[in-house]
């Protein structure tokens, strides 16, 4: 069974930075699509980053610009830098791959971001 761990959440000011990391208990090669979504209260579930086992990036409209979603693949994980945050960026962070071979879907079980002065 696949595991995604999150870590590097907590609180932060607006303008300020903070760094997710997703730590795969599978090499992350063995994944066509990792990514972070996001769930703020009384939201649904968005699309934040997406990285493709060939590279290729997608990020959701509202943190183009300032987000960047990297692989490390000695170290199975799929980071998300976080510059100049909103207090709309406030939401839990949730890690996801996808298996290549299987095409099943493997979820973190969050961490939570606050973005308040």
């Known amino acids: 069974q696949v595991q995604l761990v999150e870590s590097g959440g907590g609180l932060v000011q607006p303008g300020g930075s903070l760094r997710l990391s997703c730590a795969a208990s599978r090499n992350i090669f063995r994944f066509n699509v990792m990514g972070w979504y996001r769930q703020a209260p009384g939201k649904e579930r968005e699309l934040v980053a997406a990285?493709?086992?060939?590279?290729?990036?997608n990020y959701g409209d509202s943190v183009k610009g300032r987000f960047t979603i990297s692989t490390d693949n000695a170290e199975n994980t799929v980071d998300l830098q976080m510059n100049s945050l909103e207090p709309d960026d406030t939401a839990v962070y949730y890690c996801?791959?996808?298996?290549?071979?299987?095409?099943?879907?493997?979820w973190g079980k969050g961490t939570l971001v606050t973005v308040s002065s």
């Open positions: 990285i493709t086992s060939g590279g290729s990036v």
């Open positions: 996801n791959a996808r298996s290549a071979i299987t095409a099943a879907t493997y």
